[in-house]
Antibody, heavy 129, light 107 residues
């Protein structure tokens, strides 16, 4: 069974840091791009970041660029999100999601369909003093 | 960035009704459009990809259509378990963007 399990959420003060993890199982992890998607309380879904299957390409929303870093360890089947300089507006449930293809470069997106077909249950990040 | 706009933002309907939700992109995205369902306290679930392809295991009462800038998600006969929030999402380019969501409520 394909599964994703996030961890690492918690309460952090503004300006602080947190690292989220997402443990994957049931599929060939290195073959698929992975994304982080967040949902602020009572709000909609916001894509945060993605990384190619190899880890060689990363993508970020403008709202987190320069503060968050996505990475993966394919030997451990684990996805990470390092979050620095956290703000109150980063408070949200953070989901990791498996992509349908290995990359998100222009050629990949034009030749294949990218969608998020497996989601974890999420981990909650609260930024507050 | 490509903006995705859903309408309506909320909708009341009854079991057995036929329901249509619309999603409009700020520029042409061909058919690079996906639909997700989310129930309270749960993770989103993929329903439709590539505008009209039904994800495995999703009931056939769900269907999607459209191309270019205008897309629709249709539920042919609402079931009690379909009351949820629905999101469209474009994968034409990065940053990936979602619509604001459509909350489907019981009338």
């Amino acid at each position: 069974e394909v599964q994703l399990l996030e961890s690492g959420g918690g309460l952090v003060q503004p300006g602080g840091s947190l690292r989220l993890s997402c443990a994957a199982s049931g599929f060939t992890f290195s073959s698929y791009a992975m994304s982080w998607v967040r949902q602020a309380p009572g709000k909609g879904l916001e894509w945060v970041s993605a990384i190619s299957g190899s880890g060689g390409s990363t993508y970020y929303a403008d709202s987190v660029k320069g503060r968050f870093t996505i990475s993966r360890d394919n030997s451990k089947n684990t996805l990470y999100l390092q979050m620095n300089s956290l703000r109150a507006e980063d408070t949200a449930v953070y989901y990791c999601a498996k992509g349908s293809i290995g990359g998100l470069d222009s050629r990949a997106l034009r030749n294949y369909y990218y969608y998020m077909d497996v989601w974890g249950k999420g981990t909650t990040v609260t930024v507050s003093s | 960035d490509i903006q995705m706009t859903q309408s309506p933002s909320s909708l009341s309907a009854s079991v057995g009704d036929r329901v249509t939700i619309t999603c409009r992109a700020s520029q042409s995205i061909s058919n690079y459009l996906n639909w997700y369902q989310q129930k309270p306290g749960k993770a989103p679930k993929l329903l439709i990809y590539a505008a009209s392809s039904l994800q495995s295991g999703v009931p056939s009462r769900f269907s999607g259509s459209g191309s270019g800038t205008d897309f629709t998600l249709t539920i042919s006969s609402l079931q009690p378990e379909d009351f949820a929030t629905y999101y469209c999402q474009q994968s034409y380019n990065t940053p990936i963007t979602f619509g604001q969501g459509t909350r489907l409520e019981i009338k």
